[in-house]
């Protein structure tokens, strides 16, 4: 699976092994959808990365790229298709999904090593192309807040592609004009799909049997995670994609250089180090998530140690622990069982909004 905004590296890599590939991409959701405007998955004539959502209309979308893929006069070429779910579908969802089909050629993606760069450094940007065939499909504008890359092949259109493009990425995210569609300039069709960085970043502390299990939950989400510990040997040789592993001794400068907004759980084979490292979270408040593994009397124990530091109450509340004890979250005590708990724990923060950010 593929995080939300990760398509362009499985983009590359279904090029690279394939040759050719359509991206399919949600351009507008309306109602109840499986998935939200911008979700995409690359298709190739044997595999697939990513999702739109599942069911029937993942089932029709696989066709359609596949159709589309057996053809070489369909090459490259980019349309869109409108599925209202219940009435086409069956689906019971009774929403209206607009699905943008982008198919491609190895040769024929310059923009795509920009789009990679924007990702690795966590840069939003919009990728502007034409529906059509031919040589004009391949066309694409790629936008970002101060840089273009690529033409459409003219010069008013790109302009007024461009101003879309930034208006978009201007825009908050949630916002109606924020997001990825089809618009209309110049008596010409252009999808835009706009890509903006993960906004959930984990920090896992502790490689034991609870950390393996959350870091492989959280495989599964459009998380970013990095897992931190000192005992290189103890990681797994295989993680997933999303997962970056710090084989660190000094643990608590992943801490002062975290972005902002970030979660962290504290998980490690030591209680004196757990300490630790929450003394040195607390250096800063802009975390949208700070927890700790343990039991309510490790929670006394804490803040205790942490008012002796002469830490604020206010500080020692932000920390949560026991972890994934949130109200109807499993008793459990079996690794994987845990795992989820949290997950499910940093999704709500997620999702409501937390400390440091806005709700």
Known sequence: MIAHAS?????????????????????????STPRESGAAMVVTAAAMAGTIGGGHLEYE?????REALVGADAIPAAWVVRFPLAARLGQCCGGVATLAFQALERDGVPWLAT???CLRTQAPFALVGRLGSGPVAASRLL????????ALGDAALDSAAIAVARERLAALPGDAASGSGVIQRHATELFVHVVRPSDFDVFVFGNGHVGRALVHVLGALPARVRWVDAREHDFPTTVPATTEVIVTDTPDAELRSAPAGSYVAIMTHSHALDFDLAVAALARDDWRYLGMIGS??????????????????????RIVCPIGAMPGATRSKEPGAIAVAVAAELL??????GPGSEP
């Open 296 to 317: 309510r009397a490790k929670r006394t124990q804490l803040e205790r140690r942490l008012a002796e530091r002469g830490l604020p109450a206010d500080a020692i509340e």
């Open 7 to 31: 398509w362009p590296d499985a983009l590359a890599s279904a090029l690279e092994r394939d040759g050719r590939a359509v991206l399919v991409t949600v351009a507008d959701a309306r109602g």
């Open 348 to 353: 709500a923060v997620r999702e409501r909004g």
């Open 115 to 117: 789009a990679r760069a």
């Open 143 to 150: 936008v970002t807040g101060d840089d273009v890359r690529g």
């Open 61 to 65: 979308a696989l066709r359609l790229a």
